[in-house]
C-alpha cells in the first residue's frame, strides 16, 4: 500500500480516500506518515500550513477531499469557513458552533474511520 502527501502547488488524481489536513504540526505529519506505511489503506493527503499563503489551493484541496481537518490552535481567517463544512473535523484548544466535529487529535478520525469500516 501506499499514500501521496501532497503540499501546493500540486494535485493528485489517483482515487483514494483524501484528506486535507490544515496546520498540522511537523511531529503530527510524521506520526502520519508512519501510520500510513503500516495501513491497509491508501490515502491522498492533502498537506496545508497558514504559511504557505495559498488559499486558493487550499480551496481546491479540500474541494477534492472526502474529509478536512484542522488545528485549530490558531484563529486564521480561513478557520470559520473550513468548520462550517460538514466533513471538517477539527482539534485543538478553540471550540465553534458549527457543522464540524470536534476531535482530540488528528488521529482520531482515521481510528474512528478504521473502526467504521471494520464493524
Given at each position: 500500500m501506499?499514500?501521496n502527501?501532497?503540499?501546493?502547488?500540486?494535485?493528485v488524481?489517483?482515487?483514494l480516500h483524501t484528506v486535507?489536513?490544515?496546520?498540522?504540526?511537523?511531529?503530527e505529519?510524521?506520526?502520519?506518515g508512519r501510520m500510513?506505511?503500516?495501513?491497509?489503506?491508501?490515502?491522498n493527503?492533502?498537506?496545508?500550513?497558514?504559511?504557505?499563503?495559498?488559499i486558493?489551493w487550499?480551496?481546491?484541496?479540500?474541494?477534492r477531499?472526502?474529509a478536512?481537518?484542522v488545528?485549530?490552535?490558531r484563529?486564521?481567517?480561513?478557520?470559520?469557513?473550513l468548520?462550517?463544512?460538514?466533513?471538517?473535523?477539527?482539534?485543538?484548544?478553540?471550540?465553534?458552533?458549527?457543522t464540524a466535529?470536534?476531535i482530540?487529535?488528528?488521529?482520531?478520525?482515521f481510528?474512528?474511520?478504521?473502526?467504521?469500516?471494520?464493524?
Open positions: 501506499y499514500s502527501f501532497v503540499t501546493p502547488p500540486d494535485f488524481n489517483d482515487p486535507t489536513v490544515v496546520d498540522g504540526t511537523l511531529e505529519i510524521e506520526l502520519l500510513c506505511q503500516g495501513s491497509d489503506e491508501s490515502f493527503i492533502y498537506l496545508y500550513r497558514s504559511e504557505m499563503n495559498d486558493k487550499l480551496e481546491q484541496a479540500v474541494e477531499s472526502d478536512v481537518i488545528n485549530a490552535a484563529h486564521e481567517p480561513y478557520l470559520d469557513f468548520c462550517s463544512l460538514e466533513k471538517t473535523f477539527y482539534y485543538g484548544p478553540n471550540t465553534f458552533v458549527s466535529s470536534k482530540d487529535t488528528v488521529f482520531q478520525y481510528a474512528q474511520r478504521y473502526h467504521k469500516q471494520n464493524k
